[in-house]
């Protein structure tokens, strides 16, 4: 079974630049999530969809950061502008849904590491 | 307020030797709990997690932790240390019927041969 994939894996711009991030969940995973890690800390959540709702956003800026998951599948990531603070590793995670499948766990992809100039 | 606490931010033990993490949670409801590993440059991976049963959980590579509910604990355990076992520990609570997980900050584990 393929795993949560991300890209690109790393990626440098300089400040006031946009940048997005890719992710494709595992296959039938109807719950997505993105997250900011900085370094030696803990997940972030960002956003948090069911399908192609997002059902938790209240962590988002909203003045500079949008998502996407059009189909319910894939999704997107998107920084605009990007500021310096942003530099950070930006994870995503997918787990099926809760009512039907039980307590899992996420599942989470390799992360892209952010550096902003 | 869901919150998840790793008192220690690194441990150190020698190879061979039993280690714990460490894990405390606050939350309303019942608890569903779960330890993640990182290893350098990759992203979580899943290592065990409790939801009903049996308080002593057993997962991946050796790993067992143990749900005490009176002291809301959730420490991660193993008997004998491995080098390839350092990395860095994250603990996760997930509330309810949600699918939301708030994790804690991270315990780095230095085994040393």
């Known amino acids: 079974e393929a795993g949560v994939v991300q890209s690109p894996r790393y990626k440098i711009i300089e400040k006031k630049q946009p940048v997005a991030f890719w992710c494709n969940p595992i296959s039938g995973h109807n719950t997505l999530y993105w997250y900011l890690q900085n370094l030696g800390q803990g997940p972030e959540l960002l956003i948090r969809?069911?399908?192609?709702?997002?059902?938790?956003d209240s962590q988002l800026p909203k003045d500079r950061f949008s998502a996407e998951r059009l189909k319910g599948v894939d999704s997107t990531l998107k920084i605009q502008p990007a500021e310096l603070g942003d530099s950070a590793v930006y994870l995503c995670?997918?787990?099926?849904?809760?009512?039907?499948?039980?307590?899992?766990?996420?599942?989470f992809g390799p992360g892209t590491r952010l550096t902003v100039l | 307020a869901q919150s998840v606490a790793q008192p220690e931010d690194q441990v150190n033990v020698a190879e061979g030797n039993p280690l714990t993490v460490k894990c405390t949670y606050s939350?309303?409801?019942?608890?569903?709990l779960f330890w993640y590993v990182q290893y350098p440059n990759r992203g979580l991976q899943f290592l065990l997690k409790y939801i009903t049963g049996d308080n002593l959980v057993k997962g991946s590579y050796g790993f067992e932790a143990e749900f005490n509910k009176s002291q809301t604990s959730f420490h991660l355990k193993k008997p004998s240390a491995l080098v390839s076992d350092s990395a860095l520990y994250f603990c996760?609570?997930?509330?309810?019927?949600?699918?939301?997980?708030?994790f804690g900050s991270g315990t780095k584990l230095n085994v040393k041969p």
């Open positions: 939350v309303s409801g019942n608890p569903y």
């Open positions: 969809y069911e399908n192609e709702e997002a059902v938790d």
């Open positions: 996760a609570v997930r509330v309810g019927n949600f699918n939301k997980f708030y």
């Open positions: 995670a997918s787990s099926p849904r809760a009512a039907t499948t039980g307590y899992n766990e996420q599942f």
